[in-house]
């Protein structure tokens, strides 16, 4: 760790594409598969001077958050597309770029659900949790990540407590199961799901209270669907998929694979798929069966958009939240300034040295060469005192909670001017859904 760590937002970056600037066709090729993105946050960090780094990859967005000294957003859009198999000027187009404080309300409107397909949707603030969960685990965060994401957690609960956001369709799952039943009807529909995740688990959920039988979850491992016994369903392997074709009247894909696992199907009766995977699995070849309706994410469009005008009050309202914590958040990002506060302490601990030295040169009347010698003395001291404490407080920019820990400190040696409870400071836990 260097002496001085610029905690300045100055240095903030995101680049990303999301569900607006580019087609499902675009987007499925910029998925980071969940298991290898340490892998990628390395190589970015190694790659680049960059402090902290984040990736959050869904179904309708990839985005990476940077901290750097250096401008890496060039750099970062090369490593997408080369990532995605495309040429830089290929997707320019497609890709955002914010810096600084725009880069922080960006993600204070993403984690309340303002910037998603589904308004108002909690699907995205687990999965930011879980992007932040990974940086923090593989220590590649840092004092400006740790405080957006704090205060991202916070906003997005001040935003769910206070507004209607939450009211209606809250999920893709939630959109998907609407749009089947306007189209298809769902009452008494036998459905199989093709996944075991969150999404996967969401479908099942609002297809079975919409009255549909849940009669199958197909996935690789059949042993890991922990929630097919709440519906009473069978579970399958992907190896058996074609046998259940003619057996149902719809079928949900909910699982991440890279190419379509479904390519074409042989029925003669009227079957609606779902496809909400990114990238897509079901190939569109299914469509040259007539009996066959396909959609996909991007097809849902209309009953989004839907979604965004009935909650257009809600929206104004959360913007005004989020203004109001964004100047918050400025104001606490400038105050706990980890290098003032060591040198503020550096201070406290001389003027204390410095009134006891007069003490003792008035008392024992000191002057000369003794006393400069004994001033010698008590500062070589006192650097060495301070040395440890000092070089620790620069260790914790790198902690989730070191904002906490430095705060104690200033409350310890009293020279904070912070009234609020010390754990305001603390990064709430990304595992605790309910924050």
């Known amino acids: 760790m260097t002496q001085n760590y610029d905690l300045s937002i100055d240095n ?7 569900w607006k600037t580019a087609p499902l066709k675009v987007r499925e090729s910029f998925v980071f598969e969940s298991d290898f993105v340490h892998e990628r946050l390395k190589d970015i960090k190694e790659a680049f001077d960059i402090a902290e780094i984040m990736i959050l990859s869904t179904c309708n967005r990839t985005e990476i958050t940077a901290v750097s000294k250096h401008d890496p957003r060039e750099f970062l859009i090369k490593y997408l597309a080369g990532y995605a198999k495309y040429e830089t000027n290929q997707v320019k187009d497609y890709i955002y770029t914010k810096k600084s404080i725009d880069a922080v309300r960006h993600t204070f409107e993403l984690s309340c659900g303002l910037d998603s397909q589904v308004i108002g949707e909690t699907q995205i603030l687990s999965q930011l949790k879980e992007a932040y969960r990974t940086t923090v685990v593989y220590n ?27 009211k209606g369709h809250l999920s893709i799952a939630s959109l998907a199961s609407h749009t089947a039943d306007k189209i298809y009807g769902l009452n008494g529909k036998k459905v199989l799901i093709i996944g075991s995740g969150d999404m996967a688990r969401l479908s099942a959920k609002y297809f079975f209270d919409k009255g549909s039988r849940i009669a199958y979850i197909a996935n690789r491992r059949s042993e890991t669907v922990d929630f097919a016994q709440n519906f009473n369903s069978s579970v399958v392997s992907l190896d058996d998929l074609k046998k259940l074709f003619k057996n149902v009247d719809i079928i949900v894909s909910c699982i991440y694979t890279p190419k379509p696992i479904i390519e074409n199907i042989d029925t003669d009766k009227k079957l609606l798929i779902m496809d909400l995977s990114v990238p897509s699995s079901v190939s569109l070849l299914v469509k040259q069966n007539p009996n066959v309706t396909l959609f996909n994410i991007d097809d849902l469009k209309n009953t989004f958009e839907d979604s965004v005008s009935s909650k257009q009050t809600s929206i104004e309202l959360s913007k005004k939240f989020i203004d109001e914590q964004l100047n ?4 606490e990002n400038n105050a706990l300034d980890y290098n003032k506060t060591i040198d503020t302490l550096r201070q406290y601990a001389d003027r204390i040295r410095k009134v006891e030295l007069k003490k003792f040169q008035k008392k024992y009347k000191t002057d000369g ?56 400071f603390f990064s709430e836990n990304p595992d605790d859904e309910n924050n």
Not at 12 to 18: E, R, S, T
Not at 391 to 407: A, H, L, N, T, W
Request: hydrophobic share 45%; glycine share 4%.
């Open 140 to 166: 590649l965060s840092g004092a400006i990540l740790n405080r957006i994401m704090r205060k991202a957690f916070t906003v997005a609960k001040i935003v769910r407590s206070q507004t209607n956001i939450q």
């Open 369 to 424: 060469e003794l006393l400069d010698a004994i001033d010698k003395l008590t500062h070589s001291i006192l650097n060495k005192t301070l040395h440890e404490p000092t070089s620790k407080i620069r260790q914790f920019i790198k902690e989730p909670e070191g904002d906490m820990y430095v705060e104690l400190i200033r409350r310890l040696f009293h020279v904070s001017i912070d009234k609020k409870p010390v754990n305001c």
């Open 328 to 331: 918050l958040f400025i104001e």
């Open 12 to 18: 903030l970056y995101l680049i990303g594409l999301n």
